[in-house]
């Protein structure tokens, strides 16, 4: 992206936290955010080298083997194109372009890769100057990204970072990675447009929607078209509910520990004496009550936190005890609230105030003070700290309000949001008034509903692509292979995930057998995954007729065999066609999260959309999200 077109940094200015609810936004600078003329640039230069390759995409890995697509599509050889790409190296392909080029960055433009395609044929016929075009066209070159961390600098509060529930005890690596990532950025935008309510489009099973709930306080209400998901999401919040004692006896256990290696510091500790605070009873109702409540002071007592009263000390003696116990005051209340905030709205049980007999007037008044902050602060994350799981089929047309009874100023988000579910996302973002803003990390690209691909007769707001009006007005169409390309992981072919050779080979020879013995082409059941429960590919064969209900008894062994030794010695062209999938497939998912972006940046009332990189791609290779915030007036 040209220097000039760069958005500014954002500044940075004092500012007080807005209280959750207050539909005031705070002062300072928006995040950074790309200009709709450099977005809507940006995506026609990609279409433009996209119209050309995508037919290398819109077949599919069977169909190009079987139907002899090499030719027609690839000049070079497979062992050619192979060598091609393993000389520059996948790594190569997450270098900066003029890095892995070797040549300077200005040198390059749209008219460089011209001859990567032949005029005629439309073959490809440079694979070198292939490669290099689809990482100019990718994300890590083109500069259309936000860093997160801008984003995150942009809408920095004045709160700090909250301790509390470690992910990676409830979640394996990749949702742990994902959840800890998007939740801290969705709290800060719901802290930075001063809203309470977030609404999970395609919640699942509910872990982004507890951790926000648990860990940062805000309403959260997930909603799943899946009822079994639903119904998991409520047995996992249950039982991720029975851990904040577990989490509870830890915090005590660690502060006892630091109250008596600080007390074995002090010189002055033999001249002080302890007064337990002293706690109300609880109310004795129930024994649930007692068995899954604790007061603020119990929790506080048993942390190990006392008050300290001096004896005939010198006056700057009792100046540093003074000064040392309200550090300690202050330590123990963010590590009480740390705790608080881990627990289910319904563990918390705030009783009156304690009674405290104190020295002086002034730390009576300290302590009440203290006290009475940590139970509004506690009854504050009472109210707000709630998760509720529905169920419910989230279209286009959906009204929020019919759904959720209490809706009010809000923000959606979604993590890895199916097919259309993410465009649908942002169409509700953008007409509904009481959303604030969108935070949406799409998946399943190959899901998606395309306007131009089977030309439907269905409302233009129900397709999932294109959104935006300039692919609109070209008629612009991936088609489901090419989109099913979009999903394949640059990064982790990188890194040594090999790609599966192997069973696409298994399934492309399948195929010929199914259509050549038993003349069928198209079938609504699947193979599935046959290949990782097959000791040999007569093994597989056979599995494979029995799922699709075809009689195997029709074709002996040794006839299968004949079919994988004729085609084996072509299962380089298979790897060389995936490898050629792979290359391209930044590109594809550019294309179509760009069509996302130039939506947004096509509307009257945002403020400020960008995409934004959260994840690391080796983990979560869907990582880009879109995020958008509405005018300050919409407000």
């Known amino acids: 992206m040209p220097a000039a077109a760069r958005p500014a940094a954002p500044t940075s200015r004092a500012r007080s936290p807005a209280p959750r609810g207050a539909m005031s936004r705070p002062p300072g600078a928006v995040p950074p955010q790309l200009s709709p ?257 604790v007061t603020i002071q119990d929790l506080i007592l048993s942390c190990g936190f006392t008050e300290v009263a001096t004896s005939e000390t010198s006056k700057q003696t009792q100046v540093d005890l003074v000064a040392q116990t309200q550090s300690d005051e202050s330590k123990l209340s963010e590590e009480v609230l740390a705790i608080l905030n881990v627990l289910p709205a319904d563990a918390v049980e705030v009783s009156s105030s304690s009674q405290c007999n104190c020295g002086e007037l002034c730390e009576e008044e300290k302590a009440q003070r203290k006290m009475a902050s940590l139970k509004a602060k506690a009854s504050k994350s009472s109210e707000s700290n709630l998760y509720f799981p529905l169920t419910s089929c989230i279209t286009a047309e959906t009204e929020l309000s019919d759904i959720i009874t209490d809706l009010e100023d809000c923000m959606i988000v979604g993590l890895h949001t199916c097919g259309d579910l993410a465009a649908n996302t942002l169409r509700i973002f953008t007409a509904k008034p009481e959303i604030k803003a969108v935070c949406s990390v799409g998946c399943c690209y190959h899901l998606l509903s395309e306007q131009f691909e089977n030309q439907e007769d269905r409302p233009e707001e129900a397709w999932g692509f294109p959104m935006c009006q300039y692919l609109k007005d070209k008629g612009w169409c991936c088609g489901r292979n090419a989109r099913m390309s979009a999903c394949l992981a640059l990064e982790r072919v990188a890194v040594g995930q090999m790609l599966p050779t192997e069973s696409l080979f298994y399934r492309a020879v399948l195929q010929v057998i199914i259509e050549e013995i038993y003349g069928v082409s198209k079938s609504d059941r699947h193979v599935g995954k046959t290949f990782s429960k097959s000791s040999s590919f007569i093994d597989y064969v056979r599995k494979s007729l029995k799922k699709l209900e075809l009689d195997d008894s029709k074709i002996p062994d040794s006839c299968i065999m004949d079919y994988y030794e004729k085609y084996k010695h072509r299962m380089n062209e298979l790897e060389a066609f995936n490898m050629l999938k792979v290359v391209l497939a930044p590109c594809i998912e550019v294309l179509i999260l760009l069509d996302r972006l130039c939506y947004l940046k096509e509307q009257d009332n945002i403020a400020w959309s960008g995409l934004v990189k959260l994840f690391d791609p080796v983990k979560s290779p869907r990582c880009y999200a879109v995020i958008a915030l509405k005018k300050q007036s919409c407000f």
């Open 37 to 293: 003329t450099v977005a809507a640039g940006t995506l026609r230069r990609v279409a433009r080298f996209l119209r050309r390759a995508l037919p290398l995409c819109r077949a599919h890995t069977v169909e190009f083997y079987t139907r002899g697509l090499w030719q027609r599509l690839v000049a070079p050889p497979p062992a050619a194109v192979l060598e091609a790409l393993r000389a520059r190296g996948p790594l190569a392909l997450q270098r900066p372009l003029a890095e892995a080029s070797g040549a300077p960055a200005a040198l390059w433009d749209d008219d460089t890769f011209s001859n990567v395609f032949c005029e005629n044929s439309g073959k490809l016929i440079n694979v070198h100057l292939f490669a290099l075009a689809a990482q100019y066209y990718s994300f890590s070159n083109l500069g259309v990204c936000t860093p997160l961390e801008d984003v995150l600098e942009a809408l920095r509060g004045d709160n700090q970072g909250t301790t509390g529930i470690k992910t990676d005890e409830f979640m394996n690596n990749k949702k742990s990675h994902e959840v800890q990532v998007m939740s801290e950025l969705v709290d800060k935008i719901a802290n930075y447009c001063g809203i309470k309510q977030v609404i999970d489009i395609g919640s699942g099973k509910g872990y982004l929607s507890s951790f926000l709930s648990m860990q940062y306080n805000l309403k959260v209400y997930g909603i799943d078209s899946s009822n079994t998901n639903t119904n998991g999401a409520h047995e996992r919040n249950r039982k991720l509910k029975k851990h904040w004692r577990a989490y509870q006896s830890r915090g005590r256990a660690n502060l006892k520990s630091q109250t008596l290696e600080k007390s074995n510091d002090r010189p002055v500790e033999s001249e002080i004496r302890c007064k337990a605070i002293i706690e109300k009873p609880l109310n004795n109702d129930s024994s649930l009550q007692s068995q899954d409540q």
